[in-house]
């Protein structure tokens, strides 16, 4: 009986799937292929480097005890990367490969002797999340739906949580998209449903991911020449939980790939989980395309909770603290801090640390001192709305006109200002405030900067109008 690759590496998976985790296997081995047979060497085919460095990193040892089980002391494993042209595919790494066409399909082989401790190949593609066999959820588990307080004002995003919960992927709540302002608990909820699911469902891949780190992930792995990598790797996921899309606004790398991932997703029932600070009626500068995909599933509003939910959101937290405070003083600062949830626990928080560094009693006149700090404090995280609304009220012009096409030099100052104070007091980039700001690109903030700083040096009038908006903006 003549002994082929596949007879070898049938072997070898055999003895492989009974020492390692099945979801391992799966994941791991399943896509493999084993491709020739020549002398001691096994040749076999991975879909990426990534496929073939984690090999290296977690299974080489497993891979040369197999593999000299069937092919003695010199047996020799070779790796065929496939490099993939396309994605998208539902199962690209099964296709089989005739041989006639194997000049065309980019392959890379590396030959690595089963003795090599440390691979030349080093994983390029650092994944922050993968460890050990098994992806890392990202979860933090004090955001569980047992945290989450239920209101008037998140209710049904908190059931439609729920629901995907206990359905991951079947239920029509894909994608489930929960959008509202900051600090009323988005992150806290796609946590909750992941975290569930993982009680629920321990064999399932979660994985939570905020918008902006994805975006990095995509642009290293773009200049490391690893895009497929990436995107296989997402498409692995089970349920995946990406914060705050927005963040995805102007950049459409990053959205054309996410969009291919989503539908992958879609496609095998995996269950995709988004938040956003707008409804998808409101996103700006995200692809039409993907704005329907948004909209084939649920969005669900998180608003602005009622005093009864706040006083319950603190109390729940001083009771986890294991902090006494009396009910009229919780109910205070409930009153007086309505607009968004993290600010509520920050002013409790700041309460407990102030009373008890310095030995004073937790009274209302302590609570009033630091309400007040509290409020004023968050005011001036300025936005790019509010700037607009200053300096269009200092213009006595409404927004709409600043906001305008019109030339006129002092609509055109008046719009180059606030492009000017947005790129000085917060964090946008230059294309996100020319979006902001009478959509207008990158290079019209830039220019509008500059025209900025040359006239308040060389315009008086101009330099008062600089030194009054900013003393507005900084009170
Ligand atoms: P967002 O992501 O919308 O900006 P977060 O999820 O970070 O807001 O929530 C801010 C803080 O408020 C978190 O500490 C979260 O635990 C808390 N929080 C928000 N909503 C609730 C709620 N319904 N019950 C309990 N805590 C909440
Ligand atoms: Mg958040």
Redesign the pocket.
């Known amino acids: 009986m003549s002994v082929t690759a596949q007879t070898v590496w049938n072997n070898c998976l055999e003895f492989i799937k009974d020492n390692i985790q099945p979801q391992a296997y799966k994941t791991w081995f399943e896509p493999i292929q084993a491709v020739k047979l020549t002398d001691n060497a096994l040749s076999i085919q991975v879909p990426s480097k990534f496929f073939y460095e984690w090999l290296e990193e977690h299974y080489v040892k497993i891979l040369k005890v197999s593999l000299t089980k069937e092919l003695g002391e010199k047996a020799k494993l070779v790796y065929i990367i496939k490099m993939e042209n396309t994605y998208g595919n539902k199962q690209p790494f099964t296709e089989k490969i005739p041989s006639a066409n194997r000049s065309a399909m980019k392959s890379q082989e590396v030959d690595v002797p089963l003795n090599n401790k440390s691979p030349e190949l080093r994983n390029p593609f650092v994944i922050p999340g993968i460890r050990n066999v098994k992806i890392e959820s990202q979860l933090n588990p004090n ?1 569980s739906f047992e ?5 008037d004002s ?1 209710r049904l995003a908190r059931s439609a949580g729920l629901a995907v919960a206990s359905k991951p992927g079947g239920t029509s709540f894909n994608p489930l998209l929960i959008f ?10 796609a946590h909750a449903i992941g975290v569930d699911i993982k009680d629920k469902y321990p064999e399932k891949t979660v994985l939570y991911i905020s918008a902006e780190k994805f975006t990095q992930q995509y642009i290293d792995s773009v200049k490391k020449n690893n895009r497929n990598d990436f995107i296989h790797f997402y498409q692995i996921i089970d349920v995946l939980i990406i ?1 705050d899309v927005q963040f995805l606004s102007g950049k459409t790398g990053t959205q054309d790939v996410f969009f291919h991932i989503f539908n992958h997703l879609h496609q095998n029932g995996k269950q995709v989980i988004l ?1 956003s600070d707008k409804a998808p009626v409101d996103m700006q500068d995200i692809e039409q395309r993907l704005l329907s995909r948004f909209k084939w599933g649920l969005s669900a509003e ?1 608003q602005t ?1 009622d005093f009864e ?1 706040r006083v319950s ?1 603190l109390k ?2 001083l009771y986890r603290d294991g902090v006494d405070m009396p009910d009229d003083i919780i109910e205070y600062v409930a009153k007086n801090i309505k607009s968004n ?2 600010e ?2 920050g002013a409790i928080i700041s309460l407990i640390a102030q009373s008890s560094f310095n030995k004073k009693e937790i009274t209302i006149d302590l609570a009033r001192v630091i309400v007040e700090k509290f409020v004023k404090n968050t005011k001036r995280e300025v936005s790019i709305d509010y700037i607009q609304k200053v300096v269009s009220d200092y213009f006595q012009m409404d927004i709409d006109t600043l906001q305008s096409k019109t030339r006129k030099r002092h609509i055109v100052q008046a719009r180059q200002l606030a492009m000017f104070f947005a790129k000085k007091f917060t964090k946008a980039s230059l294309a996100s405030i020319g979006s902001q700001i009478g959509k207008r690109d990158h290079a019209t903030v830039l220019h509008a900067c500059k025209t900025v700083d040359n006239l308040s040096s060389t315009d008086k009038q101009f330099k008062k109008y600089v030194e009054d908006i900013t003393k507005k903006l900084s009170v």
């Open positions: 955001y945290n989450f307080l239920e209101g998140n509202g302002g900051v600090g009323l608990g988005k992150t806290h909820l914060d938040t998180l909770p939910t959101i729940n937290k949830v993290r509520l626990e």
